[in-house]
């Protein structure tokens, strides 16, 4: 074999993913301010249903979301475009992980509302949300846990659009002999997420931001992301900054003694992804957990589980559990600036969590998704 093309290949190849993200990090400095959603005329939120359970749980969520934004949307202030077409078969079809037509009509909308979608294994087609998060640059991956009895109120900014996901299907290798992906962190992509966690804890009155990084292994990645956020924390007098190993934090995390003096946290994309969701799981699990993607221009609000395919193939889809795409419901008003009609949903969640009165196990011995929504909007 000559393994001395392979090696040129990859090499070229890697050059041209440098190039391409010089070009990137340059583009950051020129980005456009934050849209202002109070000087806008009406506000387009895009309903993407995606595949598996997506369209189920996310057709609950809509049924919420038309209750609390009734007024507004029958005096033209808020519009809810459906988009289909974001299905793993009209993806594999089209041999695109976002069509060209569904990328249209998203950037057409201010926000998206999406349910889960299917990434194939193995190929070459990544995620449909990675390409969504790029092509929108939705750079803040925010997950809030809170869990008011045992003491835990945590919020995860896990920065979106770079670390392993980035390059995640343009890695090279040499068949039967090795395989490499690569890892990104630029100036500009971790200064922003870096600055969004300490804005919320400025905001919201927390002064711990933890930075969680393996920066004792990864020395240039995961060094340069500590680094970059040490400096922004210079700019936020009295919140402190404290570094923690992606491994420890995980125990950590299920630890009483120690988890309850964590606040906000600001983590690389891989460890965001992975520690959040263990946090979603000591909160009641990933279906409780909702999630914001933030850029200037656009966000993005969605459950942080899968498209469970296989409840759709056991015919369960209506016992899937809607509280994820609820809270990320919640998280899109508060965005937009409802925030008293945010406050109500949460404050339903929690009222439903806390009675237990139903109870939606995934399964016919549960409620349904659809009995849970009315059960949520009763508390409204």
Known sequence: MNYNQYIDEACEKFRSLLVSQLERQNKMEKAKDKKDFSKLGKIVIGIVGGDGIGPAITNHAVTVLENLLDEEIKSGKVELKRIDGLTIENRERVGKAVP?????????????????????????????NVTIRRELDLFANVRP??????????????????????????????????????????????????????????????????????????????????LICHEVAKDYPGIV???????????????????????????????????????????????????????????????????????????????????SMFKATEMLLRHIGYVEKADRLENALISCQQEGQLKVTGRANGATGADYANYVMSKL
């Open 100 to 128: 060209d037509e569904v990328m249209k009509e998203i950037k057409s909308c201010d926000v998206l509302l999406k349910g889960p979608t299917t990434t194939p294994k193995g190929g070459t087609m990544e995620s449909a």
């Open 145 to 226: 846990v809170k869990v008011p009895s045992l003491g835990i109120d945590w919020i995860f900014f896990r920065e979106n659009t770079e670390g392993e996901y980035a390059l995640g299907s343009k890695g090279v290798e040499i068949p039967e002999k090795l395989a490499m992906d690569f890892k990104v962190t630029t100036k500009g992509g971790t200064e922003r997420i870096a600055r969004a966690a300490f804005d919320h804890a400025k905001a919201n009155g927390k002064n711990k931001v933890a930075i969680i990084t393996k920066a004792n292994v990864i020395k240039k990645t995961d060094g340069n992301f500590s």
């Open 241 to 323: 900054a404290e570094d923690y190993y992606a491994d420890i934090m995980t125990a950590s995390l299920i630890k009483p003694a120690v988890r309850t003096s964590y606040q906000v946290f600001v983590l690389p994309n891989l460890y965001g992804d992975i520690i959040s969701d263990e946090a979603a799981e000591i909160q009641g699990g990933v279906g409780t957990a909702g999630s914001a993607n933030i850029g200037n221009q656009y966000a993005m609000f969605e459950a942080i589980h899968g498209s469970a395919v296989r409840m759709v193939e056991d015919g369960r889809e209506q016992f899937a559990d809607p509280s």
